[in-house]
């Protein structure tokens, strides 16, 4: 009787081995496609921000009743780029430029609207097909509720001048008075957000959104950056 029962449970623990094979093989799939995704999560949270990078630069802060609104540089407009004939090269390049940094301040109490003063950190480049040595680069600012629909946009322009024998400049232009209504007292510049990007074709915002990088010190002659700082020459 006991060589019975003892044989039964042989029996069983061969019949189970696969069952505990096909469960390990579920379990490591399973596993597996846990990885895959939280793999996928890291990689769009990267990307999100990377999309929405935000430098900070130098401004003085103020008190307010509640937080300034939110600046941003729009990842597809956050570089501009001209190429002669459409040839990404260096012997190609005309004028080019990035976004490199942004920083804001604001002012708001009791009803009064919210004023916000931005500081926007340029970086242009001349290349070997740029004609001239000056270049208005058109840019926008927009103001939007926050994550829904544009409130207001606005065109500015900030210029660089290149000096004989120089292929790169950094220029700082300051915009004041960009007044963002309030519904109430209670409303706040969290519900805000300021978009900037410069004027792009969609050739350059397609050169932008594959992450390329061909900026403002893609002249091939290396010369000295002029520093330059000032207010926006269009509104």
């Known amino acids: 009787m006991r060589r019975n029962l003892l044989l039964a449970a042989c029996l069983a623990v061969v019949a189970a081995a696969p069952a505990v094979a096909a469960y390990a093989q579920t379990g490591q799939a399973s596993d597996d496609a846990r990885r895959r995704a939280q793999a996928d999560a890291e990689r769009k949270k990267a990307e999100k921000e990377k999309q929405w990078a935000l430098p900070r630069a130098e401004l003085p802060s103020v008190k307010n009743v509640g937080p300034c609104p939110f600046v941003k540089v729009l990842y597809d407009a956050a570089r ?4 002669k004939d459409g040839r990404v090269s260096a012997n190609a390049a ?11 301040s604001c002012e708001y109490k009791d009803n009064d609207p ?8 340029f ?17 926008w600012v927009a103001v939007t509720e926050r994550n829904k629909m544009v409130l207001a946009k606005e065109d500015f322009s900030v ?3 290149f000096p004989e024998g ?3 400049v950094a220029v700082v232009d300051k915009l004041g008075d960009i007044i963002i209504p309030r519904a109430t007292n209670t409303t706040s510049g969290g519900n805000f957000e300021i978009l900037i990007g410069f004027d792009v074709t969609p050739e350059m915002a397609a050169f932008n959104r594959d992450g390329k990088r061909f900026l403002a010190n893609a002249a091939p002659t290396g010369s000295t950056a002029v520093a330059q ?3 926006s020459a269009t509104r």
């Open 80 to 83: 501009y780029q001209e190429f």
């Open 94 to 104: 005309g004028y080019t430029g990035e976004i490199t940094g942004v920083s804001a």
């Open 114 to 121: 919210i004023k916000v003063e931005v500081a926007v950190n």
């Open 123 to 139: 970086a242009l480049g001349r290349g070997p097909m740029a004609e001239g040595r000056s270049k208005d680069y058109r840019y």
């Open 159 to 161: 210029r660089g001048e």
């Open 166 to 168: 120089t292929d790169r």
């Open 229 to 231: 700082s000032g207010t």
